[in-house]
């Protein structure tokens, strides 16, 4: 067996079974076009749809979009309700479809922010595409990365307190069944559009390994082929996950 191990197929694949996207930039295409920023809000709705019918095309297993983060509670109310708004009729309009076409809808995130009928639309949503067996959609609302990790230890600390773990027991890989997203595997691809070149605190342990691609598209000019560029690059990236450059080809080449 290869001294590479278990992540021989992470270094081999030149297509990302996960990909985790920020969608960034809904205000600056419209403040460039003189529209109110809702307007780009909405328009970001449409290259939502546009990107997870083009993964599923691809055979992609799981896509992560982050929706709303766990900071932008600071905007004003009025952007803040409008997201809320837009949150709760995107997700009526779209789960029969979704459902119809074998996705399985989950979010991530602190959902007890959200108003009862929101947390009911989201619970509904799970129950419903849960069974599915195609593309993985994780919708990241009020998630922070910071509260992801947050959570994870609150979990093992109770587990201590109750007796059922034994603190030396806590590494890596017991920390990492703790986080949002532990069932699936970790994003290969992260894709950031809007230009800024940061993380704002998305899946801050998730990402310890993903392929990071910047672009400086606004995300409601998203679409498949702006997918396929990002597809394209990522095929062209060396994982070497801590080995040389030789490993890898040698693995490649084996
Ligand atoms: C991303 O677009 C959408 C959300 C954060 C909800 P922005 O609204 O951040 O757009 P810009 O960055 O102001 O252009
Ligand atoms: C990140 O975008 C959050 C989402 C896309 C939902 P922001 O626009 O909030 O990020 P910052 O504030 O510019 O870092
Ligand atoms: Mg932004």
Not at 30 to 49: C, I, T, Y
Not at 206 to 220: H, K, N, R, V
């Amino acid at each position: 067996m290869s001294e590479l191990g278990h992540i021989d197929s992470r270094l081999l694949a030149d297509r990302p079974r996960h990909i985790a996207i920020i969608m960034d930039g809904n205000g600056r295409w419209a403040r460039a076009r003189g529209l109110p920023r809702p307007a780009g809000h909405r328009e970001g709705v449409k290259a939502v749809r546009r990107v997870v019918e083009a993964c599923r095309q691809n055979g992609i297993e799981a896509l992560t979009l982050f929706a709303f983060s766990s900071e932008n509670w600071r905007r004003p109310r009025t952007e803040v309700k409008l997201l809320m708004d837009l949150f709760i009729s995107t997700l009526k309009r779209e789960v029969r479809d979704l459902h119809a076409n074998g996705v399985r809808v989950r979010f991530i995130g602190d959902r007890t922010a959200f108003s009862p009928r929101l947390q009911q639309l989201m619970d509904e949503t799970e129950a419903l595409t849960g069974g599915n067996e195609g593309l993985t959609l994780a919708i990241a609302a009020n998630y922070g990365g910071r509260w992801d990790l947050a959570r994870a230890a609150r979990r093992l600390a109770e587990q201590v307190a109750a007796g059922a773990l034994d603190p030396a027991g806590i590494d890596p890989d017991r920390l990492g069944r703790e986080v949002s997203l532990a069932d699936l595997p970790e994003p290969d691809l992260f894709i950031r559009t809007g230009g800024e070149q940061r993380i704002s605190n998305f899946l801050l342990w998730q990402l310890a390994y993903t392929e990071l691609y910047f672009t400086d598209i606004l995300w409601p000019d998203f679409d498949q082929d702006r997918l396929a560029e990002a597809l394209a690059w990522f095929a062209g990236r060396q994982r070497r996950f801590g080995c040389t450059g030789e490993q890898v080809e040698q693995l490649k080449g084996a």
